[in-house]
């Protein structure tokens, strides 16, 4: 079945450590993906996206995502993290590249270690 | 600029009651989109709009769902008859054009609606 998985449910990392998001997907041909972070009380706001061309993406607050054909996976990472980082990634794909929906992953809480 | 918001923000309900739940996009938005996300969960997809009209109504769950925009900016999410299972932040999203897929959905901060 066609799907975004994020396998990883909760993650708890120091602060000022790496980090990375595992997503995978299933679908056919290369869908455009995203990565959105949503924070308590706040909306979802987008962190960066892929449509095509260089596989590593630059997104704001110092994120960055890979786009591995092979591996049909989007990884999110970011080299040190800071406490207000704290809150739910979900990974987000356009299945058929038409703008008219976006099927989301199940979301990874990320907690920061002082 | 201001942003998609949302009202009410928390909504409690009686089972069987109605709720209107209600969208202001960002002004100029072609796109406006509705999504319903069940706690501990990722946003899924109910509707799409293009200015007024209702292109994509795939994800509504039951008829008892009926979402409207009349004239292409503010948007309304109806739900009859509403059950406990219909509990979950309804968010509501817009996106400056339609044709290119490139275009970023803003979301709003959802309405929290609980049914007891």
């Known amino acids: 079945a066609q799907s975004v998985t994020q396998p990883d449910i909760h993650i708890t990392v120091s602060e000022g450590a790496s980090l990375e998001l595992r997503c995978n997907y299933s679908y056919g041909a290369t869908p455009y993906l995203f990565w959105y972070v949503q924070s308590p009380g706040q909306g979802l706001q987008l962190l960066l996206k892929?449509?095509?061309?260089?596989?590593l993406v630059q997104g704001i607050k110092g994120f960055e995502a890979e786009f591995k054909r092979s591996q049909s996976s989007f990884n999110l990472r970011k080299p040190s993290v800071h406490w207000s980082d704290a809150a739910e990634y979900f990974c987000a794909v356009d299945p058929y590249s038409s703008a008219s929906k976006i099927i989301f992953g199940s979301g990874t809480r990320l907690s920061i270690r002082p | 600029g201001a942003g998609v918001s949302q009202s009410p923000r928390y909504k409690v309900a009686k089972r069987g009651q109605d709720v209107a739940l209600r969208c202001d996009p960002i002004?100029?938005?072609?796109?406006l989109f509705w999504y319903q996300q069940a706690l501990g969960q990722g946003p899924e997809f109910l509707t799409y709009?293009?200015?007024?009209?209702?292109?994509?109504k795939s994800g509504l769950p039951s008829d008892r769902f009926f979402a409207e925009r009349p004239e292409g900016s503010v948007s309304t999410l109806k739900i009859q008859r509403t059950q406990q299972e219909d509990s979950a932040v309804y968010l509501c999203?817009?996106?400056?054009?339609?044709?290119?897929?490139?275009?970023?959905?803003?979301f709003g901060p959802g309405t929290r609606l609980l049914v007891l």
């Open positions: 892929y449509f095509s061309g260089d596989t």
């Open positions: 709009f293009q200015n007024e009209a209702q292109l994509d």
């Open positions: 002004s100029g938005h072609v796109s």
């Open positions: 999203a817009s996106s400056l054009e339609s044709v290119r897929a490139q275009e970023t959905q803003y």
